[in-house]
């Protein structure tokens, strides 16, 4: 009985730590000052083992032979000037970019072309900006002459605007200038009210053949007024085209609403068969935008 009590008694061994002095069946011994511990104190930390030291394992006989120089390296994006830890290189240029400029045409690649028939963005933000500001123009011009107290109302009798414009026409064929080598059965007349300049222009009694396209009437303007037909705006990092146009006025009144631009290719026979204006009216001379669609630029 002594024996077996004995036996019983030596199973386990009691903790070192002083603290705990508990009787663990399954101690674990130190390897660095070999005493034995339980499982909660048998880590280094937690005995304050006096010869702590890395245990060594698998990676100590096999140490890695990965070095700073074979880690992949920083570098500054091209695009941003960002720092990179995990850089992309362009396949075209070699540049090394962040993600977000990966692609050929989102960072200065010199090897990318742009495709043909697709527009240039900046150009296009230009192009927009350009068609904003005249729009802007011709608004503040309609609110000015909504501003305006309205004149009495007078009642005309039936034909006397008729005759008005009549006469006005016959004042204006008398003053006119133009191309005199144009016959005289072949002429149309207008008032043409130029602003191409930042002072007020006065208007200018003209006539065309009927069978000019727009674009030539006013290569004749831009002859007689000693400017050019096409300009160049800078915006930003592009240029915009502007060429001159013709614009049909709605009144007599300096601030009326012009009208769309009359097209370059069509002949003024043509334009006035759509009934927009008549021989006789007033004409808006101004730099437009080179462009097929203002609406669709500014959409």
């Known amino acids: 009985v002594e024996l077996a009590e004995m036996a019983e008694l030596d199973i386990g061994l009691h903790c070192c730590q002083p603290d705990c002095n508990q009787l663990d069946f399954l101690p674990i011994c130190c390897q660095g000052c070999h005493r034995v511990f339980c499982r909660e104190h048998a880590s280094l930390t937690l005995h304050a083992c006096p010869q702590e030291f890395v245990v060594p394992g698998p990676a100590c006989e096999t140490p890695p032979t990965t070095s700073p120089s ?14 990179i830890a995990a850089p992309i290189q362009c396949a075209a240029c070699g540049a090394f970019v962040c993600v977000a400029h990966r692609f050929s ?18 150009a296009a933000v230009s192009k927009s900006k350009l068609s904003d500001d005249l729009l802007e ?31 006005a026409l ?100 043509t334009c006035l068969q759509r009934g927009n204006f008549a021989e006789g009216d007033r004409l808006l001379l101004t730099y437009w935008p080179s462009v097929p669609d203002l609406l669709a630029v500014c959409s």
């Open 105 to 122: 045409d989102s960072h200065p690649c010199e090897r990318w072309q742009r495709p043909v028939g697709e527009q240039d963005p900046a």
């Open 137 to 167: 123009q011709l608004r503040q011009a309609d609110s000015r002459k909504s501003a305006e107290p309205a004149k009495p109302h007078r009642l005309r009798q039936p034909g006397q605007e008729r005759k008005e414009r009549q006469l």
């Open 170 to 269: 016959m004042k204006l064929r008398l003053s006119a200038v133009g191309d005199k080598s144009v016959p005289q059965a072949d002429r149309v007349y207008f008032m043409v009210q130029p602003d191409i300049q930042k002072q007020q222009q006065q208007p200018l009694p003209v006539f065309f053949s009927r069978h000019w396209p727009v674009g030539k009437a006013t290569d004749s303007l831009a002859a007689r007024l000693g400017v050019p037909p096409v300009r160049k705006l800078q915006q930003q990092q592009s240029t915009a085209d502007q060429r001159l146009s013709l614009l049909p006025l709605a009144g007599a009144d300096s601030n009326s609403m012009p009208g769309a631009p009359l097209p370059a290719g069509d002949s003024l026979a």
């Open 70 to 83: 074979n880690l992949q390296r920083e570098a500054n994006c091209a695009a941003c000037d960002r720092l």
